[in-house]
């Protein structure tokens, strides 16, 4: 059994609109908000692209529609490995999606993923460091490790600037 690692620096959160001028491109996007029958915002989606973001996350998205209000958007860069491919996408993407069990992603919520331990590391969305999490992404950990049998999680701690 191979452990792949993978870190992700995520950003965030943007509108739609700061999504439309945005030059990021090549990683993995999650979208939050309401749907229209919940109270509190939360994530709902999360996706991969190999293009620019905001040609995936234009207004015709298909579960972007689906996320009535509030609408935010986080935008994941892959910082480790330098050298990635879409397989290290689609397995961060999994990672995340099942440990969630993010609704929007219906057929993904399924199945576990292979063994991977994914670390986020949070940033603005002029990337400054974030030191405090957010309420929207608290109950996802900093880092996810599946050994196709267990989850072993936490939390990082940012010490300085």
Known sequence: ????????????????????????WNGLYMLAGRRKYQREEQMQYCGITEGYFCDRLNSRHHKMKQIKHELSIWLGEVAYPTKFNRSHLELAEQCIIYFWQLKLNERKI????????????????????????????????DVLSWDEKRWRTGNLYVWGE
Not at 119 to 137: D, E, K, P, Q
């Open 1 to 24: 059994m191979s452990l792949k690692t993978i870190i992700i620096r995520w950003h965030g959160p943007h509108s739609l609109e700061q999504i439309k001028t945005s030059d990021r």
């Open 110 to 141: 399924i199945k576990p993923p292979q063994s991977v331990c994914v670390v986020s590391h949070w940033f603005t969305r002029s990337g400054n460091t974030r030191l405090n999490r957010l309420a929207i992404y608290k109950d996802l950990p």
